[in-house]
């Protein structure tokens, strides 16, 4: 769960930083929804290690982003999990899957990664 729970705070602020804040979420009747995450974990974190965490985004769709989180010990470089993400743009009043605006694709668009290496 401690994994999990640190990436859950990863997509937060990848979200804010495409405009998907908490407010525009609640205002304007969105939310966002994991539609699949893959957890690969390499190294054991033990309590106590100080963790960053760099996300990259991979793909835009047109209601849709696919994205990663490398989490490192931020003492010793090493990286300890990787998690991509697909989440959907949802409208949660219809409880469907709805377009992004243009300004959040434009944004989104910018913050593309170049493709991760195998």
């Known amino acids: 769960m401690w994994y999990v729970g640190k990436f859950d705070e990863a997509n937060w602020n990848l979200f804010a930083r495409l405009g998907l804040t908490p407010s525009y979420l609640r205002s304007s009747g969105r939310g966002m929804a994991a539609v699949q995450q893959n957890i690969a974990y390499r190294r054991e974190l033990l309590a106590g290690d100080i963790v960053e965490i760099r996300s990259h985004l991979l793909e835009v769709r ?49 913050h593309l990664a170049e493709p991760a290496e195998a």
């Open 62 to 110: 047109y209601k849709s982003i696919r994205f990663r989180h490398d989490m490192t010990n931020a003492e010793t470089g090493e990286i300890a999990a990787i998690c991509e993400i697909t989440g959907v743009h949802m409208d949660r009043t219809q409880r469907k899957s709805a377009p992004f605006t243009d300004a959040v694709r434009e944004i989104a668009l910018r």
